[in-house]
């Protein structure tokens, strides 16, 4: 149980261009994800926390506009990277919090986005 | 911010056990210590949690000393498949409170 799923895996698009990376709970409820990135050789960093049904609170430093966080349903949040540029290549990983009351954060495989 | 300090590799001989220091010497009383760990190019995967007791499951022990100010985390017969890097992450346990990773433990298992 506690499966997290991302989509697409990896993704290559162009400089200015917008994508979108879904993140689902499949076997259970989050009321609570949270997006990370991770650029190589480095640890992850959160970017902001998302709440279903409310918008996204996010980290200092992270431009809201530019990431757009959807938490639409309990099992579904999206993140939008408008405008993508080569500095947005990265590697994104959601994470997903059971609605009743595991402690632990369950993690996607991640997507690996190329902006070229 | 991460709380915690962790030496940034270690190497461990196939099968015997490793053994991860974490130092969390700001720790409150109300935050667990949680550990992670990530494959290159995955997402992490939970290894286990505690508060203060000794905790043991089918992946780890983790080793919470009586102040806690610090754990150990042990792989009782490392694998090769435990090559990974190992996070220790503190935090309240409440809906909602966020993650921050630190720069983790990376651990290479040598046959």
């Known amino acids: 149980g506690a499966v997290v799923s991302q989509h697409p895996s990896w993704v290559i698009c162009k400089s200015g261009t917008s994508v979108k990376i879904e993140c689902r709970s499949l076997?259970?409820?989050?009321?609570?994800m949270f997006w990370y990135r991770q650029f190589p050789k480095q640890s992850l960093m959160l970017m902001a926390t998302?709440?279903?049904?409310?918008?996204?609170?996010?980290e200092q430093g992270v431009e809201k506009d530019k990431f757009l966080i959807n938490h639409a349903s309990l099992t579904l949040s999206t993140l939008t990277v408008t405008s993508a540029h080569p500095e947005d290549s990265s590697f994104y990983i959601c994470?997903?919090?059971?609605?009743?009351?595991?402690?632990?954060?369950?993690f996607g495989p991640g997507t690996r986005l190329t902006v070229l | 911010d991460a709380k915690t300090t962790q030496p940034p590799s270690m190497d461990c001989a196939e099968g015997r056990a490793a053994n991860l220091p974490c130092n969390h010497s700001?720790?409150?009383?109300?935050?667990?210590v949680y550990w992670y760990r990530q494959i290159h190019s995955q997402g992490p995967q939970y290894i286990i949690h505690?508060?203060?007791n000794n905790e043991t499951n089918e992946m780890a022990s983790l080793i919470i000393t009586e102040d806690r100010k610090s754990s150990t985390l042990i792989l009782p017969h490392a694998t090769l498949r435990d090559t990974a890097v190992y996070y220790c992450?503190?935090?309240?346990?409440?809906?909602?409170?966020?993650?921050?990773f630190g720069t983790g433990t990376s651990l290479t298992v040598i046959p």
């Open positions: 992450i503190v935090r309240v346990a409440q809906t909602g409170n966020q993650f921050y």
């Open positions: 505690g508060l203060k």
């Open positions: 998302s709440n279903e049904g409310s918008k996204a609170t996010y």
């Open positions: 700001t720790i409150s009383g109300n935050e667990y």
């Open positions: 076997d259970f409820q989050a009321t609570t």
């Open positions: 994470s997903a919090r059971a609605s009743t009351g595991y402690n632990e954060q369950f």
